[in-house]
C-alpha cells in the first residue's frame, strides 16, 4: 500500500508544481501589463501568448473601463481558479 501512497504523493506534488507554474505565468503576464512591458521582446510575447491561452475562459470576463483592470481581473482570476483548482486536486490526491 505504501507504493500507491507514495505514487500518489509524487503526482499531487507534480499536480500542485503544474497549477504554480500556470498561476505563475498568468501573474508575470499582469506584472509585465502593468509596467509596459516592450511587447516586441521575445519573451514578453511569450510570456503574453502562455497567458492568453491559460486565461483564454477569463481575460475578457470583465468589462471595466480601464484596460489594467481587465488585464488584473480577468488573468487574476485565472491565475487564482488554477492555484486553488490544483491545490485542492494535489491535498486530495495526497490524501488518498
Known amino acids: 500500500m505504501s507504493g500507491y ?16 507554474i500556470m498561476a505563475f505565468i ?3 503576464w499582469i506584472l ?3 509596467l509596459d512591458a516592450n511587447r ?10 502562455a497567458a492568453a491561452w491559460l486565461a483564454g475562459w477569463s481575460h475578457d ?3 471595466f473601463n480601464e484596460a489594467w483592470a481587465r488585464v488584473v481581473a480577468g488573468y487574476g482570476l485565472a491565475a487564482v481558479v488554477y492555484l486553488f483548482v490544483g491545490h485542492a486536486i494535489a491535498n486530495r490526491m495526497h490524501r488518498h
Do not use: I, P
Open 5 to 20: 501512497r507514495n505514487g500518489a504523493n509524487q503526482a499531487g506534488r507534480v499536480v500542485a508544481v503544474v497549477a504554480d
Open 26 to 28: 498568468l501573474g508575470l
Open 32 to 34: 509585465m501589463y502593468l
Open 40 to 49: 516586441a521582446n521575445s519573451l514578453v510575447q511569450f510570456v503574453h501568448d
Open 61 to 63: 470576463l470583465f468589462t
